[in-house]
């Protein structure tokens, strides 16, 4: 690493392009349809027309590929730089996942076909769900989520349709440690549950006490991030199982790190009885500026009856059928069968790996983080001295006390050196949180740039901390007014803002 | 290994710096009662070449619309998807790119969906549409809770003539919140019948009417008087609309409605069995402040610069955890690229063109279809893409009979609002050329003769 090159931050290529709304002028046209050879239609009654054509702009395809590429150059992305965005896993994103999902036979087919039309991909689907189960060491799988928090809200709705099934109706209570992803209590309440937060140790650790004391009659579950959000593994997990399950609740996991895990331990076998994974994580479907994402539960035996419908089997002759479930309706959140796309995406990540290649990528996601952890240890203080899995927390408290900067501003200087910011102010139980995930897809030298970046920040720090509360520089835009934007909301283009 | 950049050599340099020898010392502290112990019970890793032969095996054992005529809707629908599209999301910057929280570096994100925010709202007529849903049924369904939510009246009347597919959603989703769902039901025409929707708002105060439109039948609903008996009842007018009908079609600000949501598949979104979709949701000015999902907004940076953030956070789970308006943490961002850069292609000249390409062929397919002795049009009235069929025997029958030749003829609609199984589901977009919609008259026609029944 030369130290030259990291004091050069890098700078953005193209400029702020225009709005779509001010481009193209009248006339001008993208697509085209066929010439229709029909007959004319009558004329649709005035009285169900609009009153006014939707204000549309008129572009040539030319001028669109323009300004979508303009838009582009504006992004960072996974091929620019490094992602360490803790809890996320921005890993690379393989082509070849692409180009399968997008294969003619599997992307033109419609959720209204025949199963005799569709057996190519029952078959994969039912492969992804029987590999997913081994992974994380359960009975069944459900793909629908398209989400990780529409994984919750089904793994939610499973619990409590399990407990109604006993005619166990008074649990109404799921408990949440404080270390917790902000999905967490969201779905739980939005399913008409109680989220009870309970606290956590200061490593984001249950504390078996406050457990003890919190289950009851009330008890419907717990949701469990483990590895937790700061990265470490929760070490009484069978103890936490076995206390939850005396109570008459079920354990769910949230499978959001489940990247540290993969081939070394099970969610099955830890005593958790559903867990969610983020297939837009751990199995490399990409992000697309938010998704679309899917988020598959798997759960154990005895809460497979609750899954949504149809379920997909395979019968004696080895053809595919879709079973209906007697329950399956009383749990569908989706109108089809989930995020098909993504989830063949992340089959062809499982294939291509195998069992070899996924314990491959948690060693290394993990080897990455302990890597970056360990050389950085003089530049930033990290939250706890034992080992971490796939991620570590840092806290910028010591950077706030000795030179008055902030975490936020060390995030917006990362920038300037063309790398993402890390996860900052997650979780919430960690002051000035700094919290990062480098992935196993980041090389020996990328790690390497990382920690120099770090240190040329840290000097920065020491001695012109102005140049970081001004941080970015080197961006498209600078810091953004937000308290403006949510003020003063400006949703929707009518025209040049004279802001 | 294939997307692991380290050799050996670069984990044991690695392990050295940190005074470590072997990858395993660093999985030491696990317990040893929940270590797996053995290998995953999984083939070892294939080969790119492999992978992609994989799938090429599974596609070839499946038959997809572009083998097969198709007149399949029902909510998905197989639609024109121009090539810019997939030139443009298959770049790196739009593919893998994070959600836009660190604006400085997502402006491309970000200005893309305040463009496909304004193209909604646009196009709807409302204040203020979201980032983008799920897809149109999860959309509805989060709809349906900022409208109880917002008016505190917890029942949500859905009419028989809504997606089943989406009212199941929706149902599930009410369920758990304590929501009371009613069922507002069909007239003869086949749209929502009015009187019996007074009826039943006069009966129970309702949080939220959802109005279809065109609803599943394809039919074009009696918006105006419908959303008016509605409103006078202090219910939350909630329209579900194809956004596709909308190039011709009232828009939902036109007869009143509060909030909008949609599937928006159709522009330029592969069908893909079913997902990943498109759901879009807008609302009137006064809803800003309660509907769920991303929203961004322009704003100044502080070099004088016009750009654009998140914003009107404070609704979301990261910040409410248990107080938000909705748990969703996502949107449907490259989808949603998808459609704006279609949105874009389409353009004020392009989208009457879609509205009449669609519209002329579905009245073509009518045409053609009142033709043919023992086929009747059940429900006559107006319609924008789709149409019911009645046969003279099962629908299911007739596509067994056109699957046999190489055409996918529609949705058998036993049991949907007042439908029988002699009733079927027929879409017709722009993709359907004259010459497809002639064979599907012949095919009715051959149907029909073979031991008809007559009517």
């Known amino acids: 690493m030369m130290s030259e090159d990291v004091k050069k931050p890098s700078r953005w290529l193209g400029e702020l392009p225009g709005s779509v709304f001010d481009k193209g002028g009248p006339g001008r046209r993208g697509l085209t349809f066929a010439r229709w050879e029909g007959a004319p239609a009558p004329e649709l009654p005035a009285g169900l027309r609009r009153a006014a054509p939707a204000d549309f702009p008129a572009l040539s395809e030319p001028e669109v590929m323009r300004h979508f590429t303009a838009l582009s150059n504006l992004n960072h ?11 996320c896993t921005m890993k690379y994103n393989p082509r070849v996942n692409e180009q399968v ?6 992307a033109d087919l419609h959720p209204e076909q025949d199963v005799a039309d569709i057996q190519g991909l029952l078959g994969a689907l039912l492969h992804l769900e029987n590999a997913l189960c081994e992974i994380t060491g359960f009975a069944a799988c459900s793909l629908m989520p398209a989400a990780g928090a529409h994984g919750e809200y089904l793994g939610m709705l499973v619990i409590r349709a399990w407990h109604q099934s006993r005619g166990d109706t008074a649990r109404d209570e799921i408990l949440i440690p404080d270390s917790a992803h902000g999905t967490n209590p969201a779905s739980v309440a939005i399913m008409g549950m109680n989220p009870r937060t309970i606290a956590s140790r200061p490593d984001g650790r249950i504390d078996l006490d406050a457990l003890r004391s919190a289950v009851g009659p009330r008890t419907a579950g717990i949701m469990i991030t483990n590895p937790n959000t700061l990265g470490l593994f929760e070490n009484d997990i069978r103890e936490v199982s076995r206390i939850v399950h005396e109570a008459g609740g079920r354990l769910y996991m949230d499978g959001a790190n489940l990247n540290a895990i993969l081939g070394k331990a099970r969610p099955g076998d830890m005593g958790f009885d559903v867990v969610h994974m983020n297939l837009h994580k751990t199995m490399s479907t990409p992000h697309g500026g938010g998704g679309p994402g899917a988020g598959p539960i ?33 749990t569908s959140i989706h109108a089809y ?7 063949l995406r992340a089959l062809a990540y499982i294939l291509r790996n195998g069992s070899d290649g996924l314990k491959r990528v948690t060693e290394c996601a993990v080897l990455n983080a302990n890597y970056l952890r360990h050389q950085l240890k003089d530049v930033i203080e990290i939250e706890h001295a034992e080992g971490c899995l796939h991620e570590f927390v840092a806290t910028g408290s010591g950077w706030k006390r000795d030179f008055g900067v902030r975490t936020l501003d060390i995030a917006k200087r990362l920038l300037d050196y063309g790398m993402h910011a890390p996860t900052v ?6 002051e000035e949180a700094f919290m990062v995930e ?6 020996r030298e990328s790690l390497d740039r990382f920690v120099a970046v770090m240190k040329a920040i840290r000097i920065e720090a020491e001695t012109d901390p102005d140049l970081l509360h001004g941080a970015p520089f080197h961006t498209p835009v600078g810091r953004m007014d937000e308290a403006r934007a949510a003020r003063d909301p400006d949703l929707r283009w009518m025209g040049p803002c004279n802001c | 290994m294939p997307y692991v950049p380290h050799a050996d050599e670069d984990i044991r340099q690695m392990l050295a710096v940190m005074g470590l020898d072997s990858i395993d010392q660093l999985f030491d502290h696990l317990p040893a009662n929940v270590r797996l112990g053995r290998d995953l019970d999984l083939p070892l890793g294939l080969s790119e070449e492999e992978v992609r032969g994989w799938f090429r095996c599974a596609a070839a054992r499946n038959h997809g619309q572009g083998e097969l005529v198709s007149f399949l809707g029902g909510g998905v629908y197989d639609t024109v998807i121009p090539a810019v599209i997939d030139a443009l999301v298959s770049r790196s910057e739009f593919l893998t790119a994070y959600t836009p929280y660190q604006p400085e570096v997502s402006q491309g994100t970000l200005q893309a969906i305040y463009e496909w925010q304004s193209f909604i709202c646009r196009l709807t007529g409302m204040a203020v549409a979201n980032a983008s849903m799920y897809d149109g049924a999860t959309a509805l369904a989060e709809a349906c809770a900022v409208a109880v939510h917002a008016n505190r009246k917890l029942l949500v009347v859905l009419p028989a003539t809504l997606n089943p597919r989406w009212a199941r959603v929706v149902r599930t989703s009410m369920r758990g919140s304590g929501i009371q769902v009613s069922e507002a039901p069909a007239g003869p025409q086949g749209t929502i019948d009015p009187d019996a929707l007074k009826k039943l708002l006069a009966s129970a105060p309702a949080g939220a009417f959802v109005l279809p439109n065109p609803n599943y039948l394809g039919l074009i609903e009696p918006v105006d ?36 949501v949609g599937e928006a598949q159709p522009f330029g979104i592969p069908c893909g069995w079913g997902g990943p979709l498109l759901g879009f949701l807008a609302c009137t000015d006064e809803q800003k402040r309660r509907i769920p999902g991303r929203i961004v907004g322009r704003t100044v940076d502080n070099r004088g610069n016009n750009g654009y953030v998140l914003t009107l956070q404070t609704r979301e789970q990261h910040i409410r955890r248990e107080k938000a308006t909705s748990n969703i943490c996502s949107n449907q961002g490259l989808n949603m690229m998808r459609a704006t850069i279609y949105l874009s292609m389409l353009g004020a000249g392009g989208l009457a063109a879609l509205g009449e390409a669609n519209r002329v062929r579905i009245e073509a397919l009518r045409t053609r279809a009142r033709a043919v002795a023992g086929v009747t049009i059940p429900f006559d009235g107006p319609v924008f893409n789709e149409t019911v069929l009645r046969l003279p025997k099962p629908a299911a029958e007739f596509r067994a009979f056109a699957r046999s030749r190489g055409v996918l003829a529609g949705i058998p609609l036993d049991g949907v609002a007042g439908c029988g199984a002699n009733d079927l589901l027929v879409a017709v977009t722009e993709k359907r050329s004259a010459a497809q919609i002639d064979q599907y008259g012949a095919l009715l026609a051959e149907f029909a003769a073979v031991g008809g029944k007559g009517k």
């Open chain 2, 225 to 260: 008087d419908l959303a008016a008996i509605a409103k006078a009842a202090g219910a939350t007018v909630i329209a579900a609309v194809n956004p596709v009908s909308l190039s011709l079609l009232k828009t939902p600000a036109e007869y009143g409605a509060d909030l909008v």
């Open chain 1, 438 to 443: 480098p992935t196993e897809t980041e090389s």
């Open chain 1, 77 to 87: 992305h996974i091929e620019r730089g490094m992602y360490p965005l803790g809890s």
């Open chain 1, 425 to 430: 102010y997650f979780p919430l139980i960690v």
């Open chain 1, 337 to 343: 069968y989930g995020n098909v796309g993504v989830c």
């Open chain 1, 298 to 330: 798997c759960v154990a035996a005895d809460l497979a009856p609750f899954l949504p419908g149809p379920r997909i089997a395979q019968a004696a002759d080895g053809s595919f059928t879709l079973e209906r479930l007697p329950r399956q309706d009383d």
């Open chain 1, 101 to 106: 999902a997008a294969m003619a036979g599997l």
